[in-house]
């Protein structure tokens, strides 16, 4: 059984920094790719970053440059970094698994958690 569980989330001002963690609670297979997706308020989900086993990585490119995405295969955990948030980046923020060549497949999600950016 595979869990995923988000944190980090809360209220900043803009220009500011969070970091998001995702726990992987059971073991997944390595050809896996970990991904952080967002909802904002009255928008579809939409992904934000991906990473493969290997630390290949993608990111939308509103998102590029101040974002980054990385894992930590011995801890079980995938990473968001924040950084010079914007108000639009506000959301909820999940992180999901797919399967590696299964793009639009996402096999595990976690809760979400909030990323509010206001001053």
């Known amino acids: 059984q595979v869990q995923l569980v988000e944190s980090g989330g809360g209220l900043v001002q803009p220009g500011g920094s969070l970091r998001l963690s995702c726990v992987v609670s059971?073991?997944?297979?390595?050809?896996?790719?970990m991904a952080w997706f967002r909802q904002a308020p009255g928008k579809e989900r939409a992904l934000v970053a991906n990473i493969s086993w290997s630390s290949s990585t993608y990111y939308v490119a509103s998102v590029k440059g101040r974002f980054t995405i990385s894992r930590d295969n011995a801890k079980n955990t995938v990473y968001l970094q924040m950084n010079n948030l914007i108000p639009e980046d506000t959301a909820v923020y999940y992180c999901a698994a797919r399967r590696a060549g299964v793009p639009g497949k996402y096999d595990y999600w976690g809760q979400g958690t909030q990323v509010t950016v206001s001053s």
């Open positions: 059971g073991r997944i297979s390595r050809n896996y790719v």
